[in-house]
């Protein structure tokens, strides 16, 4: 059976990827494609675990996956992330991304892109997911909702170690260190945004964006939330 784990990037797939090599441990083969469309994938003899972190996949052809998880963070956080994702860390990435144009603000480039990327993840997987995870979930429930559901023999105290062993601290101080040549790998920039692990604050957004954009953009958040099922803010 095929399961596939639907994302966007800057929604936290980095923690959850780390936390599935984990518990998949000895069960299955991780094959490593943070540079091409999928992050991971997990095979074994009879199933395949796909975690894909990049919105290009047509939704048409998800027919191929038995089982679909829609892995979703709060839009107003999530862009926020990117925004300086692409500010200071496009340099190091393997992948070519969109650059910032010249002087675009942050509360610029969020309510420009908003529903692209509405459009791109929230209203393309719409009514087509089998389970729902939440970023801001994972550390009290869906990390446990999430593994139980995928076919892994994991035990609850199994599952509670492999989240303790990649906790935002752990995978800070992995960044920090300048060790890691993987996708914890630091960039270029001393800024202290530059960070792939940078803050993981829920509802962070309010300290970057004026007043006015945040209202601007829960009024379309508002509008536009009756086109999917797929939660766009978490609350």
Same mark, same amino acid.
């Given at each position: 059976?095929? *399961?596939?784990? =639907?994302?966007?990037?800057?929604?936290?797939?980095?923690?959850?990827?780390?936390? +599935?090599?984990?518990?998949?441990?000895?069960?299955? @083969?991780?094959?490593?494609?943070?540079?091409k469309? *999928? /992050?991971?994938? *997990?095979i074994? @003899?009879?199933?395949?675990?796909?975690?894909?972190?990049?919105?290009?996949?047509?939704?048409? /052809?998800?027919?191929?996956?038995?089982? @679909?998880?829609?892995? #979703?963070?709060?839009?107003?956080?999530? +862009?926020v992330?990117?925004?300086?994702?692409?500010?200071?860390?496009?340099?190091?990435?393997?992948?070519?991304?969109?650059?910032?144009?010249?002087?675009?603000?942050?509360?610029? *480039?969020?309510?420009?892109? =908003?529903?692209?990327?509405?459009?791109?993840?929230?209203?393309?997987?719409?009514?087509?997911?089998? +389970?729902?995870?939440?970023?801001?979930?994972?550390?009290?429930?869906?990390?446990?909702? +999430?593994?139980?559901?995928?076919?892994?023999?994991?035990?609850? #105290?199994?599952?509670?170690?492999?989240?303790?062993?990649?906790?935002?601290?752990?995978?800070?101080?992995?960044?920090?260190?300048? /060790?890691?040549?993987?996708?914890?790998?630091?960039?270029?920039?001393?800024h202290?945004?530059?960070? /792939?692990?940078?803050?993981?604050?829920?509802?962070?957004?309010v300290?970057?964006?004026?007043?006015?954009?945040?209202?601007?953009?829960?009024?379309?958040?508002?509008?536009?939330?009756?086109?999917t099922?797929?939660?766009? #803010?978490?609350?």
């Amino acid at each position: 059976m095929n *399961f596939v784990i =639907l994302a966007r990037p800057k929604t936290g797939t980095t923690f959850l990827a780390r936390v +599935l090599d984990c518990a998949t441990k000895r069960q299955f @083969k991780k094959i490593d494609m943070d540079y091409k469309d *999928f /992050k991971r994938i *997990f095979i074994n @003899k009879q199933h395949v675990i796909y975690l894909f972190a990049h919105p290009a996949f047509p939704a048409n /052809k998800l027919d191929k996956f038995d089982k @679909k998880i829609i892995f #979703t963070r709060d839009i107003r956080d999530m +862009l926020v992330s990117y925004y300086f994702h692409l500010k200071y860390r496009r340099d190091i990435s393997r992948r070519t991304l969109q650059k910032i144009p010249e002087g675009m603000t942050i509360d610029d *480039f969020c309510l420009s892109f =908003l529903n692209q990327t509405i459009d791109d993840f929230y209203i393309k997987y719409d009514s087509c997911y089998d +389970l729902i995870i939440k970023y801001e979930d994972l550390y009290e429930k869906d990390i446990h909702k +999430l593994i139980n559901y995928l076919p892994i023999n994991c035990n609850p #105290t199994d599952i509670d170690n492999c989240i303790l062993s990649n906790s935002f601290e752990k995978m800070k101080a992995i960044e920090s260190q300048g /060790k890691d040549k993987g996708e914890l790998r630091k960039a270029n920039s001393n800024h202290k945004e530059s960070f /792939k692990v940078r803050r993981g604050k829920i509802g962070g957004f309010v300290d970057y964006l004026s007043q006015d954009t945040v209202e601007k953009i829960n009024k379309i958040i508002k509008d536009r939330q009756k086109e999917t099922s797929v939660p766009i #803010t978490y609350k």
